[in-house]
């Protein structure tokens, strides 16, 4: 197992000079809850940089915030299960639960998006949305981000085509026998939204990079960005910070 190295940021697909909208990422992501509607808006916060649009389906006790956040990043779009259709065949990549919850009606979205025949290729599927994936639907264009604790949730690993990225202060990240890991993380890795942004920006990145592509580079700019706040702020870091910082870190990280 090797270590991830800055050089392969520079193997991610940078936006051509003469590129129209929607040809640099398109993401659609459902997520968020009645009680959890801040991991929707970390996952959104953190992609919104590195793609053209961001299609949203959540709860609808989410749609006042979302419509708020519009307000100031317009390439966000509510989408109702009616739209579903419509959005997911123009979508590059699906992320499936940030703050969806345990219950009954989240188990039901999963299946119903995963099963969908308009499913994007490239799929993230973080946080609750885990419990409720089947190994069939598990294809190489697949991204699984378990934090320890739900490493139990997920059958035999390294047995499928998917990607698999184990958040922590020692992330890996494995597709079949191709393993690497990323020890850059810092103690104050354990704010609470940290994963949301995680899973935002490896679903972003995987819009126009292969999976396994994405899932590195994402684990290696969100703890080099944190490293770079802490030098800054010390231990008192807030994950609000994290994602307006991504894309500076990772124009360092490019020139240097």
């Known amino acids: 197992m090797t270590p991830i190295s800055p050089s392969i940021l520079r193997q991610l697909k940078r936006p051509g000079k003469s590129s129209h909208k929607g040809q640099n990422g398109?993401?659609?992501?459902?997520?968020?809850?009645?009680q959890y509607h801040g991991a929707l808006l970390y996952a959104i916060l953190a992609a919104e940089s590195f793609?053209?649009?961001?299609?949203?389906?959540?709860?609808?006790?989410?749609?006042?915030?979302?419509?708020?956040?519009?307000?100031?990043h317009p390439a966000i779009i509510l989408v109702t299960p009616k739209q579903r259709a419509q959005y997911l065949a123009k979508s590059d990549c699906l992320l499936l639960g940030p703050g969806l919850g345990k219950g009954t009606q989240t188990k039901t979205l999963v299946q119903s998006l995963l099963n969908h025949p308009k499913r994007p290729k490239h799929?993230?599927?973080?946080?609750?949305?885990?419990?409720?994936?089947?190994?069939?639907?598990i294809t190489a264009g697949t991204i699984l981000t378990?934090?320890?604790?739900?490493?139990?949730?997920?059958?035999?690993?390294?047995?499928?085509?998917?990607?698999l990225?184990?958040?922590?202060?020692?992330?890996v990240i494995c597709q079949e026998k191709n393993c690497r890991y990323n020890t850059s993380g810092i103690a104050r890795m354990t704010k609470g939204g940290l994963g949301d942004v995680l899973a935002g920006l490896t679903a972003a990145l995987a819009c126009t990079?292969?999976?396994?592509?994405?899932?590195?580079?994402?684990?290696?700019?969100?703890?080099?960005?944190?490293?770079?706040?802490?030098?800054?702020?010390?231990?008192?870091?807030t994950t609000r910070r994290i994602p307006e910082q991504l894309p500076l870190t990772l124009n360092r990280l490019l020139i240097s």
């Open 209 to 237: 990079n292969p999976p396994y592509l994405a899932a590195c580079a994402a684990s290696l700019l969100v703890s080099r960005t944190c490293q770079q706040l802490q030098r800054r702020y010390g231990s008192f870091i």
């Open 146 to 163: 378990p934090h320890p604790g739900e490493m139990q949730s997920i059958f035999e690993p390294h047995r499928h085509r998917g990607v």
């Open 51 to 72: 793609v053209d649009l961001i299609y949203v389906e959540t709860d609808p006790s989410n749609h006042a915030a979302i419509k708020s956040l519009k307000g100031l």
């Open 123 to 137: 799929t993230v599927v973080d946080a609750d949305a885990l419990r409720f994936i089947q190994p069939n639907q």
């Open 26 to 34: 398109v993401l659609y992501i459902a997520a968020g809850s009645k």
């Open 165 to 171: 990225l184990q958040k922590g202060t020692r992330a």
